[in-house]
T-cell receptor, first 115, second 115 residues
């Protein structure tokens, strides 16, 4: 199993550009999450999904959108990039067999810079 | 809402010394607790978790943590650290009922092991 994969690893955007961060998992996990990590701030939840076709906002959803058309994929879209979105983005998933315990598996991250 | 406080943002120690990374959580209801480790430029991986039962939890790489309900703490310990333990450590919590698929993370503790 590849686990949770994310592409790209790095990206530089200009203000106002759009992009999609890709996330895929091959563990048949129902739950998937997007976080952003800023220095000294820990991880903040952007959006999450409890299954295909179901998404909901997390703590910091403004400026982002998600979709979940399949169990495996959970892309995160930035429509109008702003410098405040410079961050490291992590995708995670959790197992339906351990849903109550919420053990999450993380991807390697995407480092995004908006200039 | 759950909150997690990591009391030290940075902990420098010498190789082979013991270390304790402190974590407190806010909720008085039943809670699941986790410690994750993040090595430089990598994603997060699970070190250990407390779900129920014995309050002393053993994890990977010689780490252990003790759940203390009266003090709402879940401190991480290792009796003798190695250079390779240099990383950022995150404490996380989720409630055992209701919206238990969401994790709340602390802001992280950077452990630096010096020779």
């Amino acid at each position: 199993n590849a686990g949770v994969t994310q592409t790209p690893k790095f990206r530089i955007l200009k203000i106002g550009q759009s992009m999609t961060l890709q996330c895929a998992q091959d563990m048949n996990h129902n739950y998937m999450y997007w976080y952003r990590q800023d220095p000294g701030m820990g991880l903040k939840l952007i959006y999450y999904s409890v299954g295909a076709g179901i998404t909901d906002k997390g703590e910091v959803p403004n400026g982002y959108n998600v979709s979940r058309s399949t169990t495996e994929d959970f892309p995160l879209r930035l429509e109008l990039a702003a410098p405040s979105q410079t961050s490291v983005y992590f995708c995670a998933s959790s197992s339906p067999l351990a849903t109550s315990y919420n053990e999450q598996f993380f991807g390697p991250g995407t480092r995004l810079t908006v200039l | 809402a759950q909150s997690v406080t990591q009391l030290d943002s940075q902990v420098p120690v010498f190789e082979e010394a013991p270390v304790e990374l402190r974590c407190n959580y806010s909720s008085s209801v039943s809670v699941y607790l986790f410690w994750y480790v993040q090595y430089p430029n990598q994603g997060l991986q699970l070190l250990l978790k407390y779900l129920s039962g014995s309050t002393l939890v053993k994890g990977i790489n010689g780490f252990e943590a003790e759940f203390n309900k009266s003090q709402t703490s879940f401190h991480l310990r290792k009796p003798s650290v190695h250079i390779s333990d240099t990383a950022e450590y995150f404490c996380a919590a989720s409630n055992s009922g209701g919206s238990n698929y969401k994790l709340t993370f602390g802001k992280g503790t950077l452990l630096t092991v010096n020779p």
